[in-house]
């Protein structure tokens, strides 16, 4: 598989327990965009884009509870937040319609994911590290490209492309407890 032509991704580590806790995380955030470019039909509209940035960012319960208080007024850490680098009508134009796309540098966005908290909800889950933080990949970069889970409907369509995805990679369904 192959990322995006002009998929630009970049991957920041903002807390040293990722390298000790998960030494393979590059290679695990790479395939998940892979899989979103090859099975979701906005991923495949990035290859339209001549530059579209990508950042992911790991980081620790200090930081996602700093950026989830100040941009969602929720005191307290959460496992992944997405930021949007492209507005819903830049979604439906580039990546849901056909619209043509500026010969210009684009932001898909930033995912941060927290180790403290998604290492706890593993541990919680008696699921495999490695196996929820592809879940947490897949979900912050789907929010990045238009999906979500606000209402009943969004999330179902949201958990049936994460199931799929997911089961792709031979894990199971995080929603079936």
């Known amino acids: 598989m192959a990322l995006p032509k002009g998929l630009i991704?970049?991957?920041?580590?903002?807390?040293?327990?990722?390298?000790?806790?998960?030494?393979?995380?590059?290679?695990?955030?790479?395939?998940?965009?892979?899989?979103?470019?090859?099975?979701?039909?906005?991923g495949k509209a990035l290859d339209k884009f001549s530059h579209i940035e990508l950042s992911v960012v790991l980081c620790d319960d200090e930081l996602i509870h700093k950026l989830n208080n100040e941009y969602r007024n929720k005191d307290k850490s959460t496992n992944v937040l997405s930021f949007c680098g492209i507005d819903e009508d830049e979604i439906d134009t580039f990546l849901r319609g056909d619209g043509k796309i500026p010969e210009r540098p684009f932001s898909l966005g930033e995912s941060y994911i927290?180790?403290?908290?998604?290492?706890?909800?593993?541990?919680?889950?008696?699921?495999?590290?490695?196996?929820?933080?592809?879940?947490?990949?897949?979900?912050?970069?789907?929010?990045?490209?238009?999906?979500?889970?606000?209402?009943?409907?969004?999330?179902?369509?949201?958990?049936?492309?994460?199931?799929?995805?997911?089961?792709?990679?031979?894990?199971?369904?995080?929603?079936?407890?």
């Open 9 to 42: 991704l970049e991957v920041s580590v903002d807390c040293n327990q990722w390298q000790a806790g998960l030494q393979e995380y590059k290679g695990i955030i790479t395939s998940c965009c892979e899989l979103i470019y090859q099975n979701v039909a906005e």
């Open 114 to 177: 927290s180790f403290e908290t998604m290492s706890k909800e593993a541990e919680a889950a008696g699921i495999a590290f490695n196996a929820h933080f592809s879940h947490l990949v897949l979900h912050g970069i789907l929010h990045l490209l238009g999906y979500d889970h606000i209402d009943d409907d969004e999330a179902q369509i949201m958990e049936a492309l994460e199931t799929k995805l997911l089961a792709i990679l031979g894990i199971d369904d995080p929603y079936s407890a």
